[in-house]
């Protein structure tokens, strides 16, 4: 059974560009959730998506924004970067978005 | 009140003895509490979750105990050996609200061969 899946793995971005973060969730878990973990704020939960509807967000600004397929498929977008936003950003699946949440490896973003 | 608050920041102990990792927590509506383990370069993964209608739950050699009066719960590893040295996420979650986990700061564990 895979995992799931974050692409891409490590990114490089310029201060005041955008970037589109992508998590392929395991096969048949219905809701995607996104965290960003940094040395200093640790673990902070961004938002949650569940048949294609967010369900909770986080305390982020309206940068960080995101979406669901149809397919489960999720993906993150940051908006206008700062250098704050460097980050592992890391995508969790389950089924129900209960318990169980697996993690991917996430997607080490570095903003220069 | 979204708080999980987790002791100690660092621990090192001897192959073969036990690790104790504490979280404590405010809001009385968390009632999903899972133990996450990450290494370098990799996501948390999942060790073992609790709900507070039990006290103690048991997994091979970890364990977490759960005080729901005190608000307060503990992973315990028994036996620890060289391949625990990871990183310790305590989480809680509030499941009617769907997925939103707080996670407490992190333990870094070392065990020494």
């Known amino acids: 059974k895979a995992g799931v899946t974050q692409t891409p793995r490590y990114l490089i971005k310029t201060r005041g560009q955008q970037v589109t973060l992508s998590c392929s969730p395991i096969?048949?878990?219905?809701?995607v959730s996104w965290y960003q973990q940094t040395p200093g704020q640790g673990l902070q939960f961004l938002f949650e998506?569940?048949?294609?509807?967010?369900?909770n967000k986080g305390n982020f600004p309206g940068r960080f924004s995101g979406r669901q397929f149809s397919n489960s498929r999720s993906e993150m977008n940051v908006s206008t970067l700062e250098l704050g936003d460097s980050a592992l950003y890391l995508c969790?699946?389950?089924?129900?978005?209960?318990?169980?949440?697996?993690f991917g490896s996430g997607t080490r973003l570095t903003v220069v | 009140q979204q708080q999980v608050k987790q002791s100690p920041q660092s621990l090192i102990v001897q192959k073969g003895g036990i690790s104790i990792i504490n979280c404590a927590y405010e809001?009385?509506?968390?009632?999903?509490f899972p133990w996450y383990q990450q290494f370098p370069g990799k996501g948390p993964a999942l060790l073992i979750a609790?709900?507070?209608?039990?006290s103690e739950k048991k997994e091979g050699r970890f364990t977490i105990s759960f005080n729901k009066s005190a608000k307060q719960f503990s992973l315990h590893i028994m036996d620890s050996q060289p391949g625990d040295s990871a990183t310790y996420f305590c989480?809680?979650?509030?499941?009617?609200?769907?997925?939103?986990?707080?996670f407490g700061e992190g333990t870094q564990l070392t065990v020494n061969p």
């Open positions: 969790a699946s389950s089924q129900a978005g209960i318990n169980g949440y697996t």
């Open positions: 989480a809680a979650n509030p499941s009617t609200s769907g997925s939103r986990l707080t």
């Open positions: 096969s048949g878990h219905r809701s």
């Open positions: 809001n009385t509506a968390f009632d999903y």
């Open positions: 998506y569940f048949s294609e509807t967010q369900r």
């Open positions: 609790i709900r507070p209608d039990v």
